[in-house]
């Protein structure tokens, strides 16, 4: 079983940067879908970024241009760099990675969440 861990949530202001860290515990990183959610209080939980098993990456409009996802998969983890942070980033936000299935289908696993306060 693939478990995922973030950290580097916290409580920073307006303007600041941020780097959240998701750290495998199976080498899938490079061979495999990862991506970043995040929900509000009251929200449903939405993509942030992500990168397909097939290369690039893909970001919600609301953070193009300020989140960068990367990842090293010698060590297994992925990053989102967050800067010019905004009070509506504030959330929690969960790594995921899809792993394929024998039949051609996909499970998705979750991180724990790790919380990110921006104030104003």
């Known amino acids: 079983q693939v478990q995922l861990v973030e950290s580097g949530g916290g409580l920073v202001q307006a303007g600041g940067s941020l780097r959240l860290s998701c750290v495998a515990s199976r080498s899938i990183v490079s061979m495999n879908a990862m991506g970043w959610y995040r929900q509000a209080p009251g929200k449903q939980r939405e993509l942030v970024a992500r990168?397909?098993?097939?290369?690039?990456?893909t970001y919600a409009d609301s953070v193009k241009g300020r989140f960068t996802i990367s990842r090293d998969s010698a060590k297994k983890t992925v990053f989102l760099q967050m800067t010019s942070l905004k009070a509506e980033d504030t959330a929690a936000y969960y790594c995921a990675a899809d792993l394929p299935t024998y039949d051609e289908h996909f499970v998705r696993v979750w991180g724990q969440g790790t919380q990110v306060t921006v104030s104003s």
């Open positions: 990168m397909p098993s097939g290369g690039g990456t």
